[in-house]
Nanobody, 115 residues
Framework: QVQLVESGGGLTQTGGSLRLSCAAS????????MGWYRQAPGKQRELVAL???????TYADSVKGRFTIARDNAKNTVYLQMNSLKPEDTAVYYC?????????WGQGTQVTVSS
């Protein structure tokens, strides 16, 4: 059993910053890539940022230069620093983790950016 526990969402204004955290626990042998996806109302879930065990980074074009993903392998935790937030960043953000051949998801945390 794998648990992904997210924290750090909330409400901010345009131009503000938020930091998301996600800690993996349980049977996490083989933990590989971790990252963040988001889903806005009426839209499909989309990749925001991904970081591999070897620290290779992938970002959605819409967040490049504004968001930074990082991980602490000793703590099995992934972070997402979100700066210069825009109303279009409003969504539920889901933590993601790959373990061997299986994908795991957190429960989601709401990020709301007001204009």
């Amino acid at each position: 059993q794998v648990q992904l526990v997210e924290s750090g969402g909330g409400l901010t204004q345009t131009g503000g910053s938020l930091r998301l955290s996600c800690a993996a626990s349980g049977s996490i042998f083989g933990l590989g890539a971790m990252g963040w996806y988001r889903q806005a109302p009426g839209k499909q879930r989309e990749l925001v940022a991904l970081i591999t065990l070897g620290l290779r980074l992938t970002y959605a074009d819409s967040v490049k230069g504004r968001f930074t993903i990082a991980r602490d392998n000793a703590k099995n935790t992934v972070y997402l620093q979100m700066n210069s937030l825009k109303p279009e960043d409003t969504a539920v953000y889901y933590c993601y983790a790959r373990l061997l051949t299986a994908d795991y998801w957190g429960q989601g945390t709401q990020v709301t950016v007001s204009s």
